[in-house]
């Protein structure tokens, strides 16, 4: 009964606004425009084909005097067939190339509501993402790293802690092998925007992945740099915190790691510092102790970002890091901020770059 009375509403909106308009107006020499969606429309992922909502409306559409209707973000998104389409990821996949429907159709459906909009004298408009992107295989991203770690000063804007993890080496001829690492982490900036936000910490290997498990982090935390003692923490175990939930800026953890936890030849320990609830924040890993090395390690870590999109089903519109900011051309200069910088939304397109501009005009 509810996607019934959504698809009425719809309905009963569209022929509504043409009345009206039509008491006033003559339409007949002017273009009008119906906005085809809302923000939370029934998506596949109900059990719903919003575009075949709409091609039953196309008719009515005609008729009424709409010579456009615009339409959705129709690309395959990074949140999957419950998703609006503004986490566009394969920007060339409308539904097709074996994923199934989007949130708004299959690519059969979008090309029968083109249709039969046309042979209504109405033409589609489509809802398109210049700003960003997400959802790519994640990939080292030495940008990122030195923006971080050397370039991030007080007048810019952190790289927020949810659009990266962190690889340590393990094995092989790291030097990190079995025994405890101490890991010191912290907000970058220590700004009231912020800092003083919870988190959570996961790290993983290629043996031991996540355990669905959780702890919650016991004060005092604070470590050797506050004074204090830290917390024991396991493989694959997520860990909610705060860094400064007793006015210490740092939270530590000790890991032990036995030689069954990871790939003696060469393996990595994944860190993931995610933000619940979508909270922006800047934490970062600021110190690694190899107990067994007597060494700080955290120089040998890599940063990754979801900024792969070489290998999209598709095959088109590949990218990389190098695509979106920081970059290899901006990471000293950038000060990720304003809305044409700033990383509002998911990794935020670099449209100096000219494979950027590119990328996006064969798309458009």
Known sequence: MKKVNQAYRFRRTALVAAMLWLSHLSLSAQDFMMQGWYWDYPKTCDGFNWAGTLAGQASDLGQAGFTYLWLPPMSRASFGSCSNGYDP?????????GGGATGFGTRGDVDALVSILDNNGVRAVADVVYNHRDGGAPEVNGPVKDYITIHYDATKNPFPSDRFRCVLPLGGSSGNNAGDYYFKISSKSQSSRFH???????????????????????????GGDCGETFNDISLGVQVTANVDALGCTVDEFKLTLSTADFAAAGDELVIYLTNPNGDYSDHRVYGIWNATAAADVVGQLDYETYTDFMGMPSGQGGMNFENFRPNSTNTASTRLDGDWDWLWFFYDYDQNNTSTRDALYAWT
Request: charged letters at 20%; zero cysteines; glycine letters at 8%.
């Open 196 to 222: 003083n936000k919870a988190y959570t910490l996961r790290m993983e290997t290629s043996l031991v992945a996540n355990q669905g498990t959780s702890q919650m982090e016991v004060e005092p935390n604070g």
């Open 89 to 97: 990821q394969d920007l060339y996949d409308l539904g097709e190339y």
